[in-house]
């Protein structure tokens, strides 16, 4: 089953703004939030994607191509191990830790939402590239 690539590209929008605001205020607790949806993402279906199907897709003439589903669930992976080392450092008190962390989250986040470029996929791409017997 392939998906509309506009639908994680939204959810990258309220990642931005999420991470964003994690850095402006030094919240761990936005963080923790973040840190849930990239988990279900990375293993089930986002939330924001699920509300940018719900409410967004229907007001939206059909997307030009779909796209494989792993990429992007696997870049959910990459900012979930990102949040999850932001919010170790907030535990640990060691708050450059974790808004250095949420920083890197928050740049891909950006990238994908205002470019289209998912750093997480490129990185997807490449391992399976590397991998033997493997062209994609």
């Known amino acids: 089953m ?12 309220i990642t931005t703004l999420l991470l964003a605001a994690v850095l402006v205020t030094g919240s761990p607790w936005l963080l923790a ?5 990239f988990s279900l993402g990375a293993f089930h279906s986002s939330p924001y994607v ?6 967004v897709r229907p007001r939206l003439g ?22 999850t080392v932001g919010l170790i450092g907030f535990a640990a008190g060691i708050t450059p830790l ?3 962390a ?3 989250a928050l740049l891909a986040a950006f990238l994908n939402a205002a ?10 791409l490449m391992i399976r590239r ?4 493997r062209t994609q």
């Open 2 to 13: 392939h998906i509309d690539p506009r639908g994680p590209r939204f959810g990258a929008a």
């Open 102 to 104: 949420t920083a890197v």
């Open 98 to 100: 974790a808004l250095g």
């Open 130 to 133: 590397l991998q033997p017997g």
């Open 62 to 83: 059909p997307p030009r191509e779909l796209e494989d589903p792993r990429p992007p669930r696997f870049a959910q992976g990459v900012g979930l191990v990102f949040a």
């Open 50 to 55: 699920a509300v940018y199907r719900r409410y």
């Open 33 to 37: 939030v973040q840190t849930i949806v």
């Open 115 to 124: 470019f289209g470029f998912c750093l997480g996929c490129e990185m997807y």
